[in-house]
């Protein structure tokens, strides 16, 4: 990602940076953001132990909460610190992506590192850096070179988020349901959960809405969050088999723990903190990374059409992708993904992934003929590597594969792990699993190929740093809708993922359902209307958007001109009257900055919404293109009715969004050049 730099300065803080306590002791410490309106306070116990808090605007968000780690066969390091010095800083930038949901995104903060030392024993140091911005706080600990700490096994960190009250908390559990996030989110008080994962949305009883989570994960094991207080969580870091939280030596850092807080829902959706935390591009020309909507041979296989593994039913044949990228050219799609295109999914191939090749393909499916197919029509192939977990059986033949995809111009590849554990013993969200999802994008990265990962470790923005990290799963998609036994997502999930979920960055949901009278064993189904499913493009960012229905079910239908209209990647994106659970309203303006879309969506229950367009430009007249839930339209009885229709708007105009049970709208405003 480019890093454009529009002001940047460091000062002293004189101004900022205040010592509130007696002469000579200095053991607390405030700093507060750009605007003032988030003051942090640092401070040292009697009993030398870090301590933080930080208000919004004078509210409460964290109260006073313990800092620190323990150790494996070590003295911990939590307690008996004094501060040697402390350095001040300011910063103001703005930078530019290369795709997003803004354009530019300005990293404006105010830092405070902290430099601590143990008062007796062995002095061992360790800095605590804070940032705090006009939305939020982010914070994290470097541990120096240094005599006495070079080789560390953490086994535990001591970091706590506490509030004022038992507050309400949208969450999904941590392994219990599954390894890779796809839960139902629930809101329940703080006193009703467990441990829990990031990001977890909370609404506090100040009337805040406060987002906890990390940013820059590398090399470092996942923070979930332990319920130790109906008021407090701290941070339960995934271990390793061994029971070794994280392996490290001196000089290493953790990652961000970060605090997002907003007045409304909105606030919090479309901060920027996570990315700021993450380091500039490693990657120079970034002109082969591009965005894309695509299609696939996939959906088929969940409905039992096709198989992965060889048969009569076998999708991934030559003469069946040839014709999907006929669709996707006629239809302006950029590409299309085939799934089971390789040998080793014959037989029960979640049992063992060492049985996956990931450069001979199955004879039915010429890789060659294939992409030479494609790339005259002007579609790409996108690969896709499934591994079932064996992570390092993949990792023996990555060159080789990303190799074999760069000769035969395949940039993209969709990557899965379909197993409970990595290796048969290391969960997806570990150090374990953080090393290894790095390294396939940074080998991805050598090859000019993007990635879109599925049963992922969670996104924490890594996308700054490597922006061909361009989408992942982890979160629960489409794919439920054909054989979850409960039935499949129902319309309330949908209108929680922005707020939840989508902090963490692009998810793909692959949103596009047009037919809803498909049978499953499970009996699960789509639980939206079709003008939900449009609207979905908007609501659920991705960079690489997928269309997921069959193409036959999108041929001569109008409703379809949306999803071909609609772009993927954002100059910038505003949310509006929206309340999680129930009801969310978000507008995206496409990377030229010329056309603002609109989605909205409900759950189960039908409601009418008045949504003011003040986010058009002034003095401009727009053509809105309307998809609307037609008349009798209920996700239950009858998805499909849509009633399109276009009128002349302004940003005077108040539109009356009347939304069906389960239901949608989606909205395409075009500037009437005069």
Not at 46 to 72: C, D
Not at 508 to 523: E, L, Q, R, V
């Given at each position: ?551 036959e079910n999108y041929v001569d239908k109008p409703e379809f001109q949306f999803i071909k209209d609609v772009p993927c990647t954002w100059s910038d994106t505003k949310v509006l009257d929206s309340k999680i659970g129930e009801y969310t309203t978000i507008v ?87």
């Amino acid at each position: 990602m480019k890093n454009i730099r529009y002001r940047y300065c460091i000062i002293a803080l004189a101004s900022i940076l205040i010592y509130a306590c007696s002469a000579g002791t200095k053991k607390t410490y405030n700093i507060s953001s750009p605007g003032k309106n988030v003051a942090l306070v640092f401070e040292l116990t009697a009993s030398g132990e870090p301590k933080y808090s930080f208000t919004s605007n004078g509210k409460s968000v964290i109260e006073p909460s313990l800092m620190g780690f323990e150790f494996q066969g070590i003295q911990k390091m939590t307690e008996g610190f004094e501060v040697v010095s402390t350095e001040e800083k300011s910063a103001d930038e703005t930078w530019e992506q290369p795709w997003g949901e803004f354009k530019k995104v300005r990293d404006h903060h105010n830092e405070l590192v902290v430099h601590l030392k143990e008062s007796k024993g062995e002095e061992r140091l360790v800095d605590i850096i804070f940032r705090v911005f006009d939305d939020g706080v982010g914070f994290r600990y470097e541990f120096p070179k240094q005599p006495h700490l070079g080789k560390v096994k953490i086994s535990n960190e001591i970091t706590q988020f506490t509030f004022k009250s038992n507050n309400d908390v949208w969450w999904i559990p941590v392994h219990r349901e599954n390894s890779y996030y796809e839960s139902e989110y629930r809101k329940t008080p703080i006193s009703k959960t467990d441990t829990i994962n990031t990001p977890a949305t909370f609404e506090t009883k100040e009337n805040l809405y406060v987002a906890i989570h990390e940013a820059n994960l590398t090399d470092f094991a996942s923070m979930t969050l332990l319920k130790t207080s109906d008021k407090q969580y701290k941070s339960d870091l995934v271990p390793w088999a061994d029971g070794v939280k994280v392996y490290a030596e001196t000089p290493f850092k953790t990652p961000w723990r970060t605090v997002v807080v907003g007045k409304t829902p909105g606030d919090v959706a479309t901060s920027t903190i996570m990315l700021n935390l993450n380091e500039p591009s490693k990657i120079d020309d970034l002109s082969w990374i591009t965005p894309s909507k695509y299609i696939g041979i996939w959906w088929g296989m969940h409905l039992e059409k096709f198989t992965w593994g060889q048969g009569p039913k076998h999708g991934a044949t030559t003469k069946n992708t040839k014709e999907y990228i006929d669709f996707a050219a006629k239809n302006n799609f950029d590409g299309v993904l085939v799934e089971g295109w390789n040998e080793g999914w014959d037989g029960d191939w979640t049992a063992d992934g060492k049985a996956f090749s990931f450069v001979k393909a199955y004879p039915d499916f010429n890789l060659e003929e294939i992409t030479k197919y494609a790339a005259i029509k002007n579609v790409r192939l996108i690969g896709h590597h499934e591994t079932a977990g064996a992570s390092k059986h993949y990792e023996g033949q990555l060159e080789d594969a990303f190799k074999l995809y760069q000769k035969m111009g395949v940039n993209s590849v969709k990557t899965g792990y379909v197993n409970k554990y990595l290796d048969k013993k290391e969960w997806h969200d570990s150090q374990y699993a953080s090393r290894h999802y790095r390294k396939v994008i940074e080998t991805a990265a050598k090859y000019h190929i993007m990635i879109d990962n599925h049963e992922p470790i969670k996104g924490t923005g890594i996308q700054r740093t490597y922006p061909n990290f361009m989408s992942q799963e982890g979160g629960r998609g489409q794919e439920y809708n054909a054989w979850s036994v409960d039935g499949g997502n129902t319309p309330q999930h949908l209108t929680t993922l922005p707020f939840t979920r989508m902090l963490s960055g692009p998810f793909d949901y692959t949103p596009g359902n047009f037919n809803f009278d498909y049978k499953t064993p499970s009996g699960a189904r789509v639980q939206t209307t079709l003008a939900n499913q449009l609207a979905l493009y908007v609501i659920i960012f991705s960079p690489l958007q997928m269309a997921s229905d069959l193409p036959e079910n999108y041929v001569d239908k109008p409703e379809f001109q949306f999803i071909k209209d609609v772009p993927c990647t954002w100059s910038d994106t505003k949310v509006l009257d929206s309340k999680i659970g129930e009801y969310t309203t978000i507008v995206r303006k496409d990377w030229d900055e010329k056309n603002w879309y609109l989605g909205s969506i409900t759950n189960k229950e039908a409601r009418d919404l008045k949504v003011t367009l003040s986010f058009l430009d002034k003095g401009k007249e727009y053509e809105a293109e309307i998809y609307a839930d037609g008349a009798g339209a209920n996700y239950k009885t009858n998805p499909y009715p849509v009633a399109i229709s276009k009128q002349k708007v302004n940003n005077q105009t108040v539109l009356n969004i009347k939304l069906a049970a389960g239901g949608g709208t989606a909205i395409k405003f075009t500037p009437i050049e005069k």
